[in-house]
């Protein structure tokens, strides 16, 4: 006996024995559809007849070069037999004709990007038997024209306008809108004509034979699995290209039928906020296209209720008995023909980041799901959500209503985004720097010359390119919401003008544009960012503490930081940088005279006036995080970012020469030039900066040890419990925290000796040098902690400078693929990330209480979590914002690979 | 019986056993000195009777607070009576009198760094009896008065100059020159006032009693260990501070007993060209400090021959023995008394690098030692004699003997340099970069505000400072010839002059500085370069090929180099810089072309004119190393450095603004300032270079392998042996060498396929990002080679930018001792070395025959070169100049640490 290519839904233990047993190879076989719908046969459900021939046919037909394999086909023939059985109808008889869908089902979901094709086995006969039986003449041939108008596109590639053109001018001439308001005999006429359209293009008759419906329909399923659109969305997706798609025939029901007939699509729950209620549309004398097409006003659940009580006490019933058998809120497809209820399938249910996160605590609460498996439903990046505005869901529901919603693109970028639309990157910029406006930037597509524009703009809008388009990769970058690829746009830069549909949108005038849906409205639609206080949050979050082995930690600068920070969950501050409060402008010229001091009495003076300064910043610091540890760097940067820029005294130097020859105003300008010009680097990243500095200036970070020191014996004084943590920057070499900790060492016992009060502080260092990682073994002999700066680590790693490169080749790299991600984004784990190990397993041989932790950006970066978790660092520190995120991220990784 | 702390000469047989046998052991308890009297007593030499209190001695004596440890003194007065049996005299008695001397000697030979004093047992009653048996009161007294002299001083503590005036005063009364010219009478005199001065002074009487003097002496020399001129000289030279020295008593004997003595100093062979002829001073009738303090004009050895042949013979005799037994070059004292031959002392003899070399190869040739040996004793720093012009001696002689050598200072930064005298960094850089002169800088010390002025100098001068002065790592960073701690120079900047001894020197006049000897000189001495064709350095060179396992490559970017790399050995080309090549006047518009080319076609033709010109170079280089690799490295340096600076066009736009503003000028400048800025990175260093242009610019490496291996097939053609390889800067991960590579080879490929020629070359890639240390298992799938370039791998391993740092911090961190050396001249073993190490094993753990060597500036240094045989490179690659040092050095480390 030949393979089994295709399973009766009843078949579903068979199909899992084939497989060996797990529910995963079921779908990897018969698609997920397939599976839905077997596995509802087995929990007794009203699903229609029918069966499903597997991804294995799907492939072995693709690789033979679109052959049907050995007994594929006898194997179709035979279970329509078994259907034909199940229904007590036969396949093409007049006189009791059953008719059946095909419909693709992949083992993962890919929406709309695969064929269907119903009412197969119509023909002009059948058509006849159906009249007779029905009684309804309209219904028939309103399913006859949807046969030949799909058949005809899905399998015969005639393109959709043509079929379209025709149906238009029919409703034209009728005077009505919708299709089902078309009389029988235009039906007739139209169904007619679709069939010569047929014969036109294709040179071939519309088949009336059911059998080569089928067959032809179940090839065209097979194909659309390497169509483009197909290829393109796995591509998007990591959706791995061999699995195939299983096709599913399925006897039809029709909503269609009458007013005792419908058909819906729901959920089990609310997927836009998760609220526990069955949330759906519904439509009275329809078949489910009319309800997804958005052509026909859809009634609510709530509708359906009052107008069919039973069919909906049933629907229910079902809904709770899938939700408990899944464990997981379902998307469900139904029709109810002449009063029986049948589901045409159910399927995981997609949702918002907040409904997610309410549904996943709901279920845990209602006993459906343990906290555990509610911690891992909800992705890191569902409670990013939290953090940026959102449009009003009920605003933009206006806006669609008011007919505002432009066109759906590509969404490439999350977030709301409203503001006035333009064309170019300089008008971008100074509309957004000069006049304050809010930009909207549209472009055809963006290259490197339009960044400067979209960095300033609030959201971005592109007519071409795809997820991996420099417009998409620059806005996710910077965080900047933007929808690309939306193809009905014709921008004309020239003409300062947008056209959708021959509608003309100028310069200036208002978009909104959503970019976690893809939508573009008219309009200005209301934001508003979500509160990051929902209690579901909260205790989907506390649960995750309970898994989590590693701390969370923030950076903060400010005391208003700090609360921020403890209020969102942080565990202590992994990273206060110093140098923050000295751009301050009233701090400012302090800096720069200490800067510029000629003397070490002139600098002494200058930091005399900031040391109050600092020990108000710190003293803050360490009340807000009373009990929790404080991690203050020692100041890191060029001293350079603190003086004018050498271009912009360049220029006005040479001004003065010309229009003020001997003045003292150009003196003074030249004295500040050759200043600026003297401590001038080629390359600043690699300078003078970090621990290079107290070295240099050991009077500086003298300085900032005692604002520290003397904080700390302040409130101490005052009951609060201090945990100051003194981290030392970039650090390359152990004689480097030799020379600069035994200093400033010597000024903290100085300072406590002062005060009379002892201070439990320590010192550490950043690991943020390619050979501190190297030589940690070393290092850990003076550093009480490490804390990876993997932002340099990366630069100095990859040999990239990060300000120069993402908004240069990094980026190109990243299109071409040389890259698989930005490494600034997420660690490199063959690079960076083997130092980190290096520097992990070095550090805590030499000293065993070694702790170590990670500060900068990577630290709120779900994935660089994960890693951090292997590597057994003992916390992250990221941004406040960013600290739920890491605490579900860091709860994500213990699950997966253990404490 | 108390530990043995004393040994007579005769017992170094004794000595021997105590310490286990080896030689370095022996030394090590008797000092070099001590072991090298007792080493010629055994050999049957003519040395005075004596004893040598041990190192050990020493140690316990400063250990315990400069007490004598237990037994010493009884043994020393023990060893005195042996003494005074073999010599036949007695310590301290009138009718006999036995002098002995008390020298101080160490392990490692510290000249003039401790304490001596001759003549010791003379007093009132054996001065009497010295004259009743010598009948030469003259001589008597003489000895009498240096042993006040120097007994004063140096166990005293009396200064020198009171001494040293009333010398003064009675040479100046008898109107003589030199002490040795004053009458019995004077000498007479001058004792009782020395006697009176040390009374004054230390308000105790000269020691008359022998013993005593005895045991003063012994003290002061232990205690000369610790004197600050002795800890400085061994924190110069890395010697052990705890090795303690040793004290030798000797019997005097007297070269200044009259005609028929003399004392003299010589080494067997001529320590400044290497000539194996006996080379040394004499005199008649002196002691050993008349010949070395240079007061009287000593004779030549060949004088002695002719004035004492049969003295001059045993000499020679000596000489040959010596030689033979150490198998090293001697430097010997002796001393003539009354026609009887003595040794005073014997240890091997510093050199000249020329002399090292010569006299390596010939003892090698004599059959005295292996060739193997004479690799070993010549250092590779001696072969960098070959590469700087030095004065010519007899040049030095002569300006010497007109009076003009100024001062000798510390010798920091070896070469000769000639130039005229400035005194500050301003006008040093603008006499050498605008009037064309060359300068010598002279400073009282240096800063770094006077490194530019430094870089322009021929040679640098300093009144203050040591070893490890700014001045001093300054120079020897930069290659720059420098003299420093010239205390007797007093710099007058304000009054633009120079004075020593009140001489005054002003801006302008002429300097000769020997950094090699710190000879300075107030002329201009001819200077030369030495022949690198020395057939003594060849010869050796040459030996050590066959001893070496490392391959020795160099860098050459032209034909020209490429053929003096080969005859100085080279064995390939390990880097050809092929941007060098675009830098040329004639290329340079059409390079800038090219980058500011805003089509593909613009860019096109500028690099179809470029083409040819690669071309050539690279036909020019194969047909040089014919039968060798050429390895030639694709395009780094960012585009930039082919453009105007940023800074000049902003001027220059300012400029033309308010002069001529809406001019076509001005428009052209502010488009060429507009792509400029376009272009600026903020860390170049770290920014589109290296592989990522070739990714940037598909066109412009294609273009070069297209030159590349058009030139290989023309060659080929023409019966050259053709061995390109095609070497892609700067990668950081596998993906890079796969787009690039994947390119690169299908232009190869075209290119063959065009000429109908195959041509045999690799591509490989540069190791010089941390990330391509650490997935070199990866890298080599692709790469056929791997040439580290450690410039770029320091810079981004330590994070230093290389151009800021050495002319800023790196220096400060050198000074003060956080590196113990630059990186950039030595690799950095614990960092850079560990990534280096990490790269071998994995490239070859993918690729077993990957070939491996360096290139860049560490590849000619000896210190490098040590690691790299180390780590199993196949070969390294340095400038043609330094290739017989590469050369030299391959041959140390394989004898070293074995093949």
């Known amino acids: 006996m030949s393979h089994k290519w295709v ?67 006898e194997q179709e023939l035979a ?54 039986l029905t009684g309804n003449e309209k219904f028939v041939y309103d399913s006859y024209r949807r046969l030949v108008q799909m058949f005809g596109s899905v399998v015969m590639d005639v393109p959709k306008d043509d079929f379209e053109k025709v149906l238009e001018t029919y409703r034209h001439q009728a005077g009505v809108a919708s299709d089902s308001d078309l009389s029988v005999d235009a039906l007739k006429e139209i169904t007619a004509q679709f069939k010569q359209i047929v014969k036109q293009v294709t040179g071939q ?10 067959k032809l329909a179940t090839e065209a399923v097979f194909r659309s699995w390497n169509g483009k659109r197909a290829i393109d969305y796995r591509n998007a997706s990591k959706i791995a290209h061999d699995l195939g798609t299983a096709v599913n025939i399925c006897t039809m029901v029709f909503g269609n039928m009458g007013q005792d007939s419908g058909t819906g699509v729901l959920t089990t729950r609310d997927v836009s906020h998760g609220d526990p209620n069955i949330e759906g549309d519904f439509l009275i004398n329809a078949q489910g296209e009319d309800v997804v097409s958005g052509t026909r006003q859809t009634m609510q ?20 008995q899938l939700e408990n058998y899944y464990r997981e809120t379902q998307d469900i497809e139904f029709t109810v023909e002449r009063g029986t209820l049948w589901i045409l399938q159910t399927r995981n249910a997609k949702r918002t980041a907040q409904a997610a996160i309410r549904i996943a605590v709901d279920m845990a609460d209602e006993g459906l799901i343990s906290r555990t498996e509610a911690v891992t439903r909800v992705q890191p990046w569902d409670v990013d959500f939290y953090l940026h505005p959102q449009f009003d869901i009920n605003a933009k529901k206006a806006a669609t209503a008011r007919g505002e919603l432009l066109a759906v693109g590509l969404n490439v970028s999350p977030g709301a985004a409203v503001g006035q639309v333009t064309f170019d990157a300089d008008t971008a910029e100074h509309w957004a720097k000069e006049e304050g406006k809010a930009v909207i930037m549209v472009r055809p597509e ?19 390119g795809g997820r991996t388009s420099h417009a998409a990769l620059v806005a996710r970058q910077f965080g900047i919401p933007a929808v690309v690829g939306v193809a009905a746009l014709e921008v004309d830069v020239e003409g300062r003008k947008a056209t959708v549909n021959g509608v003309v949108y100028r310069e200036g005038d208002w978009f909104s544009l959503d970019g976690t849906t893809g939508e573009i409205f008219t309009s200005k639609i209301d934001t508003k960012t979500p509160d990051i206080d929902d209690p579901y949050l909260l205790k989907l979050l506390s649960w995750a503490d309970e898994l989590r082995t590693l701390g969370v930690w923030a950076n903060a600068d400010y005391p208003a930081d700090a609360r921020r920070a403890r209020q969102f969950g942080a565990e202590g501050i992994g990273l206060t940088r110093t140098e923050h409060m000295f751009f301050e402008t009233h701090r400012l010229p302090t800096v720069q005279k200490m800067i510029l001091a000629k003397t070490e009495e002139e600098r002494d003076a200058a930091l005399a006036v900031l040391l109050p300064f600092q020990r108000e910043d710190f003293d803050g610091l360490f009340r807000a995080m009373d009990t929790l540890p404080v991690t203050i760097r020692l100041i890191d940067p060029p001293m350079h970012e603190f003086l004018p820029s050498q271009e912009t005294l360049l220029v006005e130097v040479t001004e003065l020469r010309m229009t003020k020859p001997g003045s003292p105003e150009l003196a003074a300008k030249e004295a500040l030039l050759s200043a600026v010009q003297a401590m001038h680097e080629a390359n600043p990243m690699l300078g003078l900066r970090g621990v290079r500095l107290g070295i240099h200036f050991p009077s500086l970070t003298r300085m900032q040890v005692r604002a520290i020191i003397e904080a700390a014996c302040d409130c101490t004084k005052d009951g ?100 698989p991600e930005n490494p600034f984004a ?25 702790e170590i932790g990670i500060c900068g950006e990577h630290g709120g970066d779900p994935q660089s979590i994960d890693l951090c978790h292997r590597l057994g660092l003992d916390y992250v520190s990221c941004s406040p914002f960013r600290v739920p995120i890491a605490r579900l991220a860091a709860a994500h990784a213990a699950l997966k690979h253990g404490k």
Chains 1, 2 share one sequence.
């Not at 007049?94 to 929406?111: D, H, I, Q, T, Y």
């Not at 990876?788 to 300000?803: E, V």
């Open 79 to 132: 279970a329509m037999k078994a259907t034909e059985a199940a229904t007590g109808k036969v396949f093409g008889d007049p006189s009791n004709p059953l008719l059946v869908s095909c419909r693709s089902g992949a083992k993962f979901s890919m929406p709309g990007m695969m064929d269907t094709v119903l009412n197969i086995g119509l023909n002009e006969a059948t058509v006849a038997g159906m009249v007779a």
């Open 826 to 850: 997420s660690i490199d784990e063959a690079g960076v990330g083997a130092l980190m190990d290096m520097a992990v397993k070095a550090g805590r041989a030499t000293r065993s209480d070694l």
């Open 205 to 214: 008759d519309f088949p009336s034979d059911p059998y080569d419906q089928l």
């Open 720 to 819: 609060v419990d201090v945990h100051p943590k003194i981290m030392i920057p970039l650090t390359a070499h152990i004689n480097e925290l030799k020379v600069q900790q035994s200093a400033l060492e010597a000024e903290a016992k100085a300072v406590m000796a002062e005060k009379g009060i002892e201070v439990n502080y320590q010192f550490g260092t950043m690991i943020e040098i390619p050979r501190a990682a190297l030589t940690a073994g070393q290092i850990a002999e003076m550093a009480q902690f490490f804390s990876f700066g993997t932002n340099d680590l990366t630069q100095m790693t990859f040999g990239i400078s990060r300000d120069d490169a993402e908004k240069g080749f990094l980026l190109e790299y990243i299109d071409k693929k040389i890259l």
């Open 7 to 73: 399973y009766l839904f009843t078949e579903v233990d068979e199909a899992q024995q084939y497989v060996g047993g797990s529910w995963d190879s079921v779908r990897a076989l018969l698609g997920g559809k397939g599976a839905g719908l077997a596995d509802m046969i087995r929990g007794k459900l009203p699903v229609p007849p029918g069966f499903t021939v597997t991804t294995e046919a799907c492939n072995a037909y693709l690789a033979a070069g679109e052959q049907f394999p050995a007994g594929l086909w």
């Open 446 to 464: 963006t290259t490197p010359n339009d960044v400067h524009g979209m960095l300033a703009a609030k959201g971005i809008l592109t007519s071409r």
């Open 301 to 320: 659940m709530s509708d359906m209720k009052a107008i069919m009580p039973v069919m909906y006490e049933q629907l229910e019933a079902i809904c709770h």
